[in-house]
């Protein structure tokens, strides 16, 4: 399950490249996925038996896992403004090295390591990025923006396991969603030149929203979820492996 989110999720870099011709900021974008997948996400919550479970420690869990998902969403949308889509995919799925360096015990993690992890990354601008010598500026940026981004991203997938051994995983996925939605509606409240933005979306780029909202949102939020509760050590089993050698 975590392998099929992860495959769906590669896909949210080219789609949002693709909204953002139509000139639409980050947070337009973060704020159009949510809207469009709140539904999904209010009715397990509608539909779920609130008196069997503790209902503050559901708000708690989902509350700080809101807040780790919305951080590695907002670093990635903005780095994505600087970088190329395949670049973007590159540096942030090195996102489990973070997961094994931030869950495992300081001791294991070497300077050598460390210094592997930096050559990693920035072997990767080059790599990808041949226009690195001409937006080299840019690139950094991007860059730091998106290894953010997975630094985020590898502390939530830490946090949502302890998450979900602990209330239901559906319930951890609708409520941190729903509680991200609301974050962001707060933040486009407050940002009111974004209202006018909307008048003038192109078709296409409503049906790209609606892509992203399907299967970047949606789908791979409850396949992590579900997946983590069983599989997590189990997928990084080869990464600590070869980690440990």
Known sequence: MVFLATVFLSTKSIWAKLIYLDSLSPLNVLVCRAVLSLPFFLIPMIRFD?????????????????????????????????????????????????????????SRITFSKVVLIVSTVLGLAIMFNPTVDNHLIDTLIGISLVLLSAIFWALFIIYSKRAVSNISPTIFTSTYMCITTVLLLFGF????????????????????????????????????SFGLKRKLMHLLQPLLVQWDQ
């Open 50 to 106: 609130w008196n069997s479970v503790n209902k503050s420690k559901v708000f708690k869990y989902s509350f700080f896992g809101a807040i780790l998902y919305l951080s590695s969403s907002i670093a990635d949308f903005i780095g994505l403004l600087y970088i190329s889509a395949s670049l973007e995919r590159a540096v942030l799925f090195t996102f489990p090295i973070y997961v094994f360096l931030l869950s495992s015990d300081l």
């Open 189 to 224: 409240i407050i940002d009111s030149k974004n209202f006018t933005t909307f008048l003038t979306l192109q078709t296409h780029t409503m049906i790209y929203l609606v892509f992203l909202a399907i299967f970047c949102s949606i789908i791979p939020s409850y396949l992590m």
